[in-house]
């Protein structure tokens, strides 16, 4: 009976450190623990060094409460060494109490295995754990969501009825967007969870050439990214099931001669199929051109067909009776990009998929690296990312609500705190941060990593990215070749804020257009102030971002912005040939939207407007910030004293804006020269969300557009409702979803 209770008494003592008696209340507490040093013989009073520790100890535990002495035997020494033990443990504690009276102490007795402790005293101090220190991230634990996640799932403004159409579609007069507020309205093309199942195949004509020898040798890597994309993201909630088609499908005749209705073509594909595929099977079928194609009979040969689109008031094609989806690329082999693209297909199809799911996803940052498909080349500069924002993860309920820390502006009496785990990291507390300011300005903050789905990023992006989402807004305008991305003039669902101590404009910023979105990301340190909420990355660790939110201090104005120091004799850009410049030029010189070279000899003088659009410059070029919002040219247009002042003989209006088509040089813009960058392609804009008076055949809108991978261009009329999908009038796509 004895030998075992001792096996019980060394267990306990090992496996618990040092087990002090439990507290009966429900206190936290945190425990510090110290040995006293070697006792000469059997010495059992504390030597005045041995004071001096415990004295020691008590300044380190200030809010201290409970003393505990444990005196350590040697397992195997005899029992009366116990007595000397604990008789040193009671001395030390004796002492402690003597220092502070208020202590609750206690002294015991324990054996060890572990040579060294035997014969010492052993500490435990336990104080109880006081309120996290907002100011030291280091106390901070992952706290309950202050407000309860139903109060940041803010409603969408929009009729469910007209969402359900699917984003992109007219419905009674106005065009649906994907839902941006709750309850997630699924589109009736493909559900948010739930198995799909797809079948993916490679066709080629007479005149195509063959790129792969077994079409599983191209697709089966590919559709396992795809299946993996949706498990990750979904956490398992969707499911794709992907097969290939064996052998290449051949088609009996050549590109140039295929059959100019999409229907047929579809068909001929479809008929040629082995028979073990039943088509109805599947959800979706997509097809691949083999590389070679040429123009002939059709000058596309995107497919967009599907049930929905048909069953919308009776039939496309009635003479088409597959009611599945089928796509197919619409991509240019002779492209140089055609084979970079090719490789990262899937990227696009998820993109295509959750439009068809009718998710938005041009937004925040239309066209940035920093969300799924919008700009999928993976030698893009800056990188690309496959991740889907953390607002769209919450609406679609693919992201737990328990991942959700909700903090309402009344919370604000007290500052708050979360610990954010980047999206490309699975699991974690917390992956978003929701702020609903109010139903039209929900601040959302995500934490974002240089790895896994953003693994092409450059190591500067990383920490965390803000914006916000307004759920009441009923339009949004992507595909149209002005928009930076960011700029309000082109109304969309939610846009990127930048930190306080950025330079740059949040929405006047291009350069992500051309990869760079740096500007936008967090880094530690870095504070957002928006309408009244305060939020600073405290500590940016591995694989955490520790987040501060706080109210808005009244009296903030954001740093100044130092444009660095003035140029000698006015800078050159304020000397003109022949004498006085027509306008006076700032000094030092301003440069927002897109980093650009502003020496004076590497910048081109330019006959026409059409130079600066060849060189990617999207809406013109302002002389200063002033001039730019004096003459009302676009938030992004470029500001560059020096691009204005070497073609400052293009602005014949002298409003210190060129080549802008919302500040034409003359009055009348339908009389403002033959140059692209003169007209503003904003047809989406202008529409005011009423169907456009020429689409009465809606089928001919899209005629002619786009460089797309798939057509979104599905269309039909009859006398209440138009369905278009996607029109874009646009030259070019100005991202590439
Ligand atoms: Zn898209």
Redesign the pocket.
């Given at each position: 009976m004895f030998r075992k209770t001792f096996a019980i008494l060394i267990t306990l003592a090992f496996s618990l450190g040092f087990a002090v008696p439990a507290a009966s209340d429900s206190t936290e507490w945190t425990a510090y623990q110290k040995t006293l040093a070697t006792y000469s013989g059997s010495q059992t009073a504390l030597s005045s060094f041995q004071k001096s520790q415990i004295r020691a100890t008590l300044e380190k535990t200030p809010d201290s409460e409970k003393f505990i002495c444990t005196g350590i035997r040697y397992y195997d020494q005899p029992m009366s060494v116990n007595i000397m033990v604990r008789k040193r443990a009671k001395e030390a504690c004796a002492y402690a109490k003597q220092l502070k009276p208020e202590l609750s102490t206690w002294f015991q007795n324990k054996p060890t295995k572990a040579r060294s402790y035997a014969g010492k005293v052993l500490l435990t101090v336990k104080s109880p754990k006081g309120p996290m220190d907002i100011q030291d991230y280091r106390s901070w634990d992952q706290v309950e969501s202050p407000s309860s996640v139903d109060e940041c799932k803010i409603e969408d403004g929009l009729d469910p009825q007209l969402l359900r159409q699917g984003r992109g579609s007219w419905y009674n007069g106005q065009k649906a967007r994907g839902p941006v507020g709750f309850p997630f309205v699924s589109s009736t093309f493909f559900p948010n969870e739930g198995e799909l199942k797809f079948l993916m195949m490679l066709v080629s004509f007479e005149d195509t050439k063959k790129f792969v020898d077994r079409p599983k040798d191209y697709w089966n890597p590919q559709n396992e990214k795809l299946a993996d994309w949706f498990d990750y993201w979904s956490r398992g909630k969707m499911s794709l099931d992907i097969n290939t088609v064996e052998p290449w499908i051949d088609l009996p005749y050549a590109s140039s001669k295929a059959p100019i209705r999409d229907e047929q073509l579809a068909k001929d594909v479809i008929e040629r199929l082995p028979s073990t595929i039943d088509v109805s099977d599947y959800d979706g079928l997509f097809i691949q051109w083999a590389p070679g194609i040429k123009v002939g009979t059709r000058s596309k040969f995107k497919l967009s067909l599907n049930s929905i689109d048909s069953s919308v008031g009776g039939r496309i094609a009635p003479q088409f009776d597959y009611s599945q989806l089928v796509w197919s690329t619409s991509l240019d082999f002779h492209n140089n990009e055609y084979q970079v693209r090719r490789d990262h297909l899937w990227g696009s199809l998820v993109?295509?998929l959750l439009?068809e799911m009718n998710m938005n996803?041009?937004g925040p940052g239309n066209g940035w690296g920093t969300g799924v498909?919008?700009s999928y080349r993976a030698n893009q500069m800056a990188g690309v990312s496959y991740a889907i924002t953390a607002w769209e993860q919450f609406l679609l309920e693919w992201m737990p609500d328990s991942q959700v820390h909700c903090v309402t502006p009344q919370d604000l009496v007290e500052a708050q705190s979360v610990i954010l785990t980047p999206l490309e990291i699975s699991g974690g507390d917390r992956k978003a941060l929701v702020i609903p300011i109010s139903n039209s300005d929900v601040l959302v903050i995500e934490s974002r990593r240089p790895v896994g789905y953003s693994e092409s990023w450059s190591d500067k992006n990383k920490g965390l990215l803000a914006y916000t989402v307004n759920p009441q807004e009923a339009a949004q305008m992507?595909?149209i070749d002005q928009d930076c991305g960011n700029d309000p003039t082109y109304t969309k669902w939610a846009y990127y804020l930048f930190p306080d101590q950025e330079m740059q404009e949040a929405s006047g910023w291009c350069g992500a257009m051309g990869g760079v979105f740096t500007p936008a990301i967090f880094n530690e340190g870095e504070t957002l102030t928006h309408n009244g909420v305060h939020v600073e990355l405290v500590k940016s660790a591995g694989n955490k971002d520790y987040v501060k939110i706080t109210k808005a201090e009244e009296s903030f104005t954001p740093p100044a912005i130092y444009l660095g120091p003035k140029a000698s004799n006015g800078g050159w850009w304020n000397r003109c040939d022949g004498g006085e410049c027509p306008l006076e030029l700032p000094n030092p010189a301003e440069n927002f939207g897109w980093i650009q070279d502003t020496a004076d000899r590497a910048i081109p003088k330019l006959n026409s407007c059409d130079g600066l659009y060849n060189r990617g410059f999207r809406n013109g070029v302002a002389a200063s910030r002033a001039f730019r919002d004096d003459a009302g040219a676009a938030v992004a247009s470029l500001v560059s004293t020096q691009w204005y002042a070497k073609n400052r003989h293009l602005d014949t209006n002298l409003d210190g804006v060129i080549c802008s088509c919302q500040a034409p040089e003359e009055p009348d813009p339908s009389t403002a020269g033959n140059d692209s960058m003169s007209k503003c392609m904003t047809l989406q804009a202008d529409q005011s969300f009423d169907p456009p008076a020429s689409v009465s055949s809606a089928s001919d809108i899209g005629r002619g557009s786009s460089d797309?991978p798939f057509s979104?261009m599905l269309s039909r009329s009859s006398d209440e409702i138009i369905v278009t999908r996607?029109p874009r009038w646009g030259p070019s796509c100005s991202?590439c979803?």
């Open positions: 993109h295509e439009h996803l041009h498909g919008q992507d595909h797309y979104h996607y991202c979803g």
